[in-house]
């Protein structure tokens, strides 16, 4: 079985690869070098704006299912840069969705939490999308192409995403952190943002389970504790025994320039525990697998 997966350089992808490999037969497509060189893993060089280059390596390919991974994900480039943000990944999802309808392969896209306006928090799948910045706007529009072309196609809203990256890079705010705390710099969280994190390799574990059940529809993957981004750190430096003081608090929605934040994006969890054989995991679990998963490399 081949599955393919997009932005194959990035954190969450990296993640997937770790797990799915030697399960599934696994292609990769991204921009810059093959973050991995093993056996029964293949990487494919392409911008995904190409559509035409695009639509021939799918058909060589052949793929039975396709994790859709590729974004722009920063949020303040997003809002900077609006065509460019819909044309990849609003644009980009519709060509991935609609050749994955015409070879009847199921699509897993990752959408995002902030999909939300975060006016009530513990949003459930039925819940109304409402996005109140330009990233979240063409999460919205992607999401309903790919609920749209079939029903066999998951849309798994990921909340903020912990953890060290597994293969590649990508952007991934725990690097960051405990790279700015090894060298005693005070690291900013916001105050005003609650999230239900899920740690990385959860989040790998359950896209790569996903894409080879027969889920279909919206599911919230998100991690079961409910914190706000500044108590997290405060979480996270304590964990890795750094001083508090290193931690400060901020408020996202009062630095000017930048878009605006959903305030209480936390996501109810229930139905990722009903439907999923990955256990979705409390912050300090969450954080434990990903620093232990890291180690055992
Ligand atoms: N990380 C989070 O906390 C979080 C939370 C909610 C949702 N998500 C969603 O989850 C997905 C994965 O996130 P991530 O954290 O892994 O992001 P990431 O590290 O930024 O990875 C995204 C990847 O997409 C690739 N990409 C962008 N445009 C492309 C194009 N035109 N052609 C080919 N590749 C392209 C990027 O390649 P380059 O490296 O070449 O730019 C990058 O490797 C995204 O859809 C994101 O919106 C993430």
Redesign the pocket.
């Known amino acids: 079985m081949k599955l393919l997966i997009?932005?194959?350089?990035?954190?969450?992808?990296g993640s997937i690869i770790a797990q799915a490999k030697g399960d599934w037969e696994i292609h990769g497509?991204?921009?810059?070098e093959n973050p991995i060189d093993e056996p029964g893993i293949y990487y494919h060089s392409?911008?995904?704006?190409d559509s035409e280059s695009f639509n021939a390596l799918f058909k060589e390919i052949a793929p039975d299912a396709v994790i859709h991974?590729?974004?722009?994900?920063n949020i303040d480039i997003c809002q900077a840069n609006q065509e460019q943000a819909e044309q990849?990944n609003v644009e980009?999802t519709k060509m991935i969705a609609k050749a994955c309808q015409e070879h009847d392969v199921k699509m897993v896209f990752?959408?995002?939490?902030t999909i939300f306006d975060g006016l009530k928090g513990d949003y459930i799948e039925s819940d109304k999308p409402n996005g109140i910045n330009y990233y979240a706007q063409t999460?919205i529009r992607a999401e309903e192409i790919v609920l749209s072309a079939s029903p066999k196609n998951a849309v798994g809203r990921?909340?903020?995403?912990m953890g060290i990256p597994v293969i590649g890079k990508?952007?991934s705010f725990l690097a960051d952190t405990i790279s700015k705390l090894e060298q005693g710099i005070q690291v900013p969280f916001p105050e005003n943002e609650i999230r239900t994190p899920i740690d990385v390799i959860t989040l790998g574990a359950a896209l790569k389970e996903l894409a080879g059940n027969q889920f279909g529809g919206i599911i919230h993957l998100g991690g079961s504790t409910k914190i706000n981004r500044y108590e997290m750190g405060l979480v996270i430096a304590k964990a890795l025994g750094y001083s508090s003081e290193l931690i400060l608090s901020t408020n996202s929605n009062a630095m000017p320039g930048r878009a605006p934040r959903a305030e209480d994006a936390s996501m109810d969890n229930s139905l990722a525990k009903r439907i999923l054989k990955t256990p979705m995991l409390t912050l300090a679990e969450g954080l434990t697998l990903t620093l232990n998963f890291n180690a055992k490399k």
């Not at 990921?158 to 995403?161: G, I, K, S, Y």
Request: charged share 10%; with cysteine; hydrophobic share 55%.
């Open positions: 997009t932005g194959f350089n990035g954190f969450v992808a497509i991204g921009r810059t392409l911008d995904l704006l991974a590729a974004a722009m994900a990849t980009v990752c959408s995002t939490d999460k990921l909340a903020l995403v990508g952007n």
